[in-house]
């Protein structure tokens, strides 16, 4: 598997690896990177089936897409590294910290999924529809869940979703239709901040508080007035968070 990433930061500062959406690739973190960039080596990656990144024949599971990140690891020679997701990538997250704990130092996990196997078939649906209509078919829904309304600034988001895979976005909706990483949360043991909104449509933020009593130590953060892409729509919220936890 080759996944595609882009490096920036001191060579030698604490490696931090940052985790798209469901549709989204590298770019989607331009409001992070420069940020991150003063005290960590960033490096922003695409899951499979999205940017850059190989794309194989689906459908996928949380574990070849967290399995992925720790290959990066290993191909980069980095033994231990912080991570930073947003919902898929958010997902991947807590996967890592529950299947590969030594690798992982900190973790951000903002809006993610945690048991959407409890309710496949909407994401079964929706990769029959990409796999048969293309990612142009979900653009408009998906940025209207991403956004509030009052967020205009979507066109480079949209673009992402335009350019990602067919395969690789569905072959993503069905590794999400049979992820549930509940069984494992009390198992973390890395420090973690996890992130919601108050209007996230995507993955409600009534899926996420309940994961911070069962996440021992974990830290909750809530942003009001913001939906699900909340990285790309309130950066400046967002970031001191980020360095804060990661520091
Ligand atoms: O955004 C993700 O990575 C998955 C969760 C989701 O519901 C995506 C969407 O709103 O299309």
């Known amino acids: 598997m080759r996944l595609n990433y882009v490096e920036t930061g001191p060579a030698d500062a604490p490696v931090v690896l940052l ?41 996928y599971t949380i574990d070849d897409l967290g399995g992925d990140v720790v290959e990066l690891l ?8 912080s991570y930073v997701g947003i919902s898929l990538g958010g997902a991947v997250g807590l996967w890592l910290a529950q299947n590969a ?29 990409v796999r048969a209509e293309g990612t142009q078919s979900i653009t408009d829904a998906t940025l209207g869940r991403w956004f509030l309304p009052e967020f205009k600034d979507t066109d480079p988001v949209r673009q992402m979703l335009l350019d990602c895979p067919a395969e ?7 590794a999400l239709s049979t992820t549930n990483l509940l069984p494992k949360l009390a198992d973390i043991t890395a420090p973690v901040l996890l992130i ?9 933020p009534e899926t ?10 974990a830290h909750l953060e809530i942003i009001e007035n913001a939906a699900h ?19």
């Not at 996420?208 to 130590?217: H, M, R, T």
């Open 19 to 59: 985790g798209s959406s469901l549709g989204a690739d590298q770019r989607m973190w331009a409001p992070q990177v420069d940020v991150l960039a003063q005290r960590f080596r960033v490096i922003a990656f695409d899951h499979r089936g999205h940017g850059g990144s190989d794309v194989p024949e689906g459908p």
């Open 74 to 81: 290993d191909a980069l020679e980095v033994e231990q590294a």
């Open 101 to 129: 704990p030594e690798r992982f130092h900190r973790l951000v996990a903002i809006c993610p999924p945690s048991n959407l196997a409890a309710n496949p078939q909407p994401w079964i649906d929706r990769a029959a529809q």
């Open 168 to 174: 690789g976005y569905a072959a993503c909706c069905e």
């Open 196 to 204: 919601t909104t108050d209007s996230d449509t995507s993955v409600p």
């Open 208 to 217: 996420v508080v309940p994961l911070a009593s069962q996440i021992p130590g």
């Open 229 to 247: 892409l909340v990285t790309y729509s309130h950066p400046d919220v967002i970031n001191p968070l980020l360095v804060a936890h990661l520091a």
